[in-house]
């Protein structure tokens, strides 16, 4: 959904529910949980790359990426749609939204937590956390009793197991161990109010009951040194319980340019920590990924004010965007063109017409012309800027345009639809791009037939 490869993705068969979940959400103005590989309209350039990382990444390897576009470019979708290359892997996904006052990146124990909390994959929605833990205990006795281990004799031997498999986490965290500990024996004693709130405490959560870290033999709440030893720890839990790896995404991480200097400060410094230990092979199994604007990482106030930081992520983009490396620490997405957008609207109306009461008169009445002429009305408003343009033009055509066409037979968008953008409806960025009409006509080609899309005679 982002990018000048105009080049259609292929087309595989939609269900329903998927159908249903794109459009619902397009029609909100937001970009789809899933099916997104519907919509991947010019990012078939990444798709090499992309599959060769998560290939290293399930076979132990680690990998961290920077993601740089203006608004409207496309970066959720763009981490969206690799966390849908991950999870077809089996890997365990987990989107994170970086912000002041709800996650502050400075503190780690605080991005852990809403990690284990949006911790979510292929078969299991947030938070995952649970079923991974006892998935991964499952994943012991299994392993227990392939080693010829009797049922009298399987707690302890998955004892062993358990201390074996966490021993290099146990030399940063030891009480990760102990708190999966503490959850099995409640478990095993019926427990399950002291093994929630031990789960609870696993996954960084504070104000745990004493009573129930005690019975794990745990004390305190997790910190920010302590959240980098619980990572390691989930990571060995996900690749014992059969999942290869982990795709964490930090979004919107240029929200640390507008926080107190000294808070941005440590964030910036926390965020280079993060990278040296994914380099350093401290977390094998891990694909981290951030995304940012292009002042983020080239102004004074984001990461050019730490000079280690900035060096990892120095990135040439002297060149063509055309010749962009896809295996550079730091990507580029170059946003839509008029082309590429009207491109996504003919993807859109496609799959809108195939759950359709009424396909054909979908594709006669929104034909490619019109789908055209609305992206360009829809820019216009927006003064031009096509990049602010893509979530505004999507909720339009489904929601004002499709949307009526489908339900109403006598609806002709061409002769009973006129494009409004009340400010309301915009976001900051959008807003400072309109052009202040409240009420925009849309320019139609007046030699096109409303119900055909051919020439009037």
């Given at each position: 959904m982002t990018g000048t490869d105009t080049t259609p993705p292929a087309a595989p068969s939609v269900s329903a529910v998927r159908r249903r979940g794109i459009v619902d959400a397009l029609r909100r103005g937001a970009v789809p949980e899933a099916g997104l590989d519907q919509l991947a309209v010019g990012l078939g350039r990444f798709q090499a790359a992309v599959d060769s990382e998560l290939e290293a990444v399930a076979a132990g390897a680690s990998v961290f990426k920077a993601v740089r576009g203006e608004y409207g470019s496309g970066k959720t979708f763009f981490t969206r749609w690799l966390g849908e290359q991950a999870k077809r892997r089996n890997f365990a996904v987990a989107e994170i939204q970086v912000s002041e006052t709800e996650t502050p990146l400075h503190r780690l124990e605080t991005v852990y937590r809403r990690l284990t909390e949006r911790l979510t994959t292929a078969s299991f929605p947030p938070s995952a956390l649970r079923p991974v833990v006892d998935a991964w205990f499952y994943a012991l006795e299994e392993d227990a009793l392939a080693a010829g281990v009797s049922d009298v004799d399987l707690t302890g031997a998955v004892e062993e197991l358990l201390v074996l498999r966490l021993a290099e986490v146990s030399r940063h965290a030891p009480s990760f161990s102990a708190a999966l500990r503490g959850y099995r024996a409640a478990l095993d004693a019926g427990d399950e109010k002291t093994a929630a709130a031990i789960l609870a405490w696993l996954g960084g959560q504070p104000h745990v009951a004493?009573?129930?870290?005690?019975a794990?033999?745990?004390?305190?709440?997790?910190?920010?040194?302590g959240a980098l030893g619980f990572l390691q720890g989930l990571l060995t839990v996900l690749r014992d319980g059969g999942h290869p790896g982990l795709f964490v995404v930090l979004d919107e991480v240029e929200t640390l340019q507008r926080v107190r200097s000294d808070a941005r400060d440590k964030a910036l410094n926390a965020l280079r920590q993060l990278i040296?230990?994914?380099?350093?092979?401290?977390?094998?199994?891990?694909?981290?990924?951030?995304t940012g604007t292009p002042a983020f990482y080239d102004g004074q106030q984001g990461v050019q004010r730490l000079a280690p930081l900035a060096q990892r992520l120095a990135t040439d983009f002297g060149?063509?965007?055309?010749?962009?490396?896809?295996?550079?620490?730091?990507?580029?997405?170059?946003?839509?063109?008029?082309?590429?957008?009207?491109?996504?609207?003919?993807?859109?109306?496609?799959?809108?017409?195939?759950g359709a009461g009424d396909p054909e008169r979908i594709k006669?009445?929104?034909?490619?012309?019109?789908?055209?002429?609305?992206?360009?009305?829809?820019?216009?408003?927006?003064?031009?800027?096509?990049?602010?343009?893509?979530?505004?033009?999507?909720?339009?055509?489904?929601?004002?345009?499709?949307?009526?066409?489908?339900?109403?037979?006598?609806?002709?968008?061409?002769?009973?639809?006129?494009?409004t953008i009340s400010t309301n409806e915009l976001t900051d960025v959008e807003r400072n791009s309109a052009v202040g009409a409240d009420d925009i006509d849309l320019d139609l080609d007046t030699d096109v037939a409303p119900a055909t899309g051919q020439e009037s005679p």
């Amino acid at each position: 959904m982002t990018g000048t490869d105009t080049t259609p993705p292929a087309a595989p068969s939609v269900s329903a529910v998927r159908r249903r979940g794109i459009v619902d959400a397009l029609r909100r103005g937001a970009v789809p949980e899933a099916g997104l590989d519907q919509l991947a309209v010019g990012l078939g350039r990444f798709q090499a790359a992309v599959d060769s990382e998560l290939e290293a990444v399930a076979a132990g390897a680690s990998v961290f990426k920077a993601v740089r576009g203006e608004y409207g470019s496309g970066k959720t979708f763009f981490t969206r749609w690799l966390g849908e290359q991950a999870k077809r892997r089996n890997f365990a996904v987990a989107e994170i939204q970086v912000s002041e006052t709800e996650t502050p990146l400075h503190r780690l124990e605080t991005v852990y937590r809403r990690l284990t909390e949006r911790l979510t994959t292929a078969s299991f929605p947030p938070s995952a956390l649970r079923p991974v833990v006892d998935a991964w205990f499952y994943a012991l006795e299994e392993d227990a009793l392939a080693a010829g281990v009797s049922d009298v004799d399987l707690t302890g031997a998955v004892e062993e197991l358990l201390v074996l498999r966490l021993a290099e986490v146990s030399r940063h965290a030891p009480s990760f161990s102990a708190a999966l500990r503490g959850y099995r024996a409640a478990l095993d004693a019926g427990d399950e109010k002291t093994a929630a709130a031990i789960l609870a405490w696993l996954g960084g959560q504070p104000h745990v009951a004493a009573a129930a870290k005690r019975a794990a033999g745990v004390r305190g709440d997790l910190d920010h040194f302590g959240a980098l030893g619980f990572l390691q720890g989930l990571l060995t839990v996900l690749r014992d319980g059969g999942h290869p790896g982990l795709f964490v995404v930090l979004d919107e991480v240029e929200t640390l340019q507008r926080v107190r200097s000294d808070a941005r400060d440590k964030a910036l410094n926390a965020l280079r920590q993060l990278i040296d230990e994914v380099h350093s092979g401290r977390f094998p199994g891990l694909y981290l990924i951030i995304t940012g604007t292009p002042a983020f990482y080239d102004g004074q106030q984001g990461v050019q004010r730490l000079a280690p930081l900035a060096q990892r992520l120095a990135t040439d983009f002297g060149t063509d965007a055309r010749f962009d490396n896809p295996r550079a620490v730091q990507l580029r997405l170059p946003g839509f063109t008029l082309d590429s957008l009207g491109e996504l609207g003919r993807t859109i109306r496609d799959l809108y017409a195939a759950g359709a009461g009424d396909p054909e008169r979908i594709k006669a009445l929104v034909d490619d012309n019109y789908i055209s002429d609305l992206a360009q009305a829809v820019t216009g408003s927006l003064g031009g800027k096509v990049g602010v343009a893509p979530r505004l033009y999507l909720k339009k055509l489904v929601g004002d345009v499709m949307d009526r066409v489908d339900q109403f037979h006598d609806f002709d968008p061409r002769r009973d639809y006129r494009l409004t953008i009340s400010t309301n409806e915009l976001t900051d960025v959008e807003r400072n791009s309109a052009v202040g009409a409240d009420d925009i006509d849309l320019d139609l080609d007046t030699d096109v037939a409303p119900a055909t899309g051919q020439e009037s005679p």
